[in-house]
């Protein structure tokens, strides 16, 4: 990371890589991950990562070739992929610090180059060693700060899983086969 690149309104490198978590616009309870290349552009992390609507050949419609079938597909994307992603670029903007503590704090990866955390005070910022030698100490400070917030929100109440049902009787339900007693006689 260059020294001297911040920028001091949002605190963050608008052209530096950097990653953002945030949840799926349309399944609130689906978490997507984003990494800003050189160029500023957006794309899903990791590499291989597929997020948002998809159009798939199956729901074009039979009989359409060549310039209809472009056509087609263009208007799909105007109408379902377009607005998703312009809904993850502006949740991003609207507070990308937020977003690169969440990305830091549920990967347990560098927010700005994507690299493993391993000693404890980058994992408490978010930001690994090589990249935190150019980062404001104040700056630091609020990584850990929203680092923190993004922990203590996902272990809130609303956000721990309930287990699934059990199967069979709600008076006697079946153990999973880990906790069932085995007969020590051997039967013949």
Same mark, same amino acid.
């Given at each position: 990371?260059?020294?001297?690149?911040?920028?001091p @309104?949002?605190?963050?490198? #608008?052209?530096e890589?950097s990653?953002?978590?945030?949840p799926? #616009?349309?399944?609130?309870?689906?978490?997507?991950?984003?990494r800003?290349?050189?160029? &500023?552009r957006?794309?899903?992390?990791?590499?291989?990562a597929?997020? &948002?609507?998809?159009?798939?050949?199956?729901q074009?419609?039979?009989?359409?070739?060549g310039?209809?079938?472009?056509a087609w597909a263009?208007?799909?994307?105007?109408?379902?992929?377009?607005?998703?992603?312009? @809904?993850?670029?502006?949740?991003i903007?609207?507070?990308?610090?937020?977003?690169?503590?969440r990305?830091?704090? $549920?990967?347990?990866?560098?927010?700005?180059?994507?690299?493993?955390?391993?000693?404890?005070?980058s994992?408490?910022?978010?930001? &690994?060693?090589?990249?935190?030698?150019?980062?404001?100490?104040?700056?630091?400070?609020?990584?850990a700060?929203?680092?923190?917030?993004?922990?203590?929100?996902a272990?809130s109440?609303?956000? +721990?899983?309930?287990?699934?049902?059990?199967?069979?009787? #709600?008076?006697?339900?079946v153990?999973?086969?880990? $906790?069932?007693t +085995?007969s020590?006689?051997?039967h013949?």
């Amino acid at each position: 990371m260059r020294p001297g690149a911040w920028t001091p @309104a949002c605190g963050w490198p #608008p052209t530096e890589s950097s990653s953002d978590r945030l949840p799926d #616009p349309h399944d609130p309870g689906q978490i997507t991950y984003w990494r800003r290349d050189d160029r &500023g552009r957006l794309n899903p992390w990791p590499a291989k990562a597929r997020y &948002g609507p998809a159009l798939y050949r199956s729901q074009v419609p039979a009989g359409l070739t060549g310039p209809d079938r472009r056509a087609w597909a263009q208007d799909w994307h105007r109408t379902h992929r377009h607005p998703w992603d312009a @809904a993850i670029r502006s949740a991003i903007d609207a507070d990308p610090d937020a977003c690169r503590a969440r990305f830091a704090a $549920f990967t347990t990866r560098c927010c700005s180059c994507g690299r493993a955390l391993s000693d404890p005070e980058s994992k408490t910022v978010g930001v &690994g060693p090589e990249c935190r030698a150019g980062v404001p100490a104040d700056m630091l400070g609020r990584l850990a700060v929203l680092v923190g917030r993004a922990h203590a929100t996902a272990l809130s109440a609303s956000d +721990v899983p309930q287990p699934a049902p059990t199967q069979g009787h #709600p008076e006697h339900p079946v153990k999973p086969a880990f $906790f069932r007693t +085995v007969s020590k006689e051997r039967h013949t």
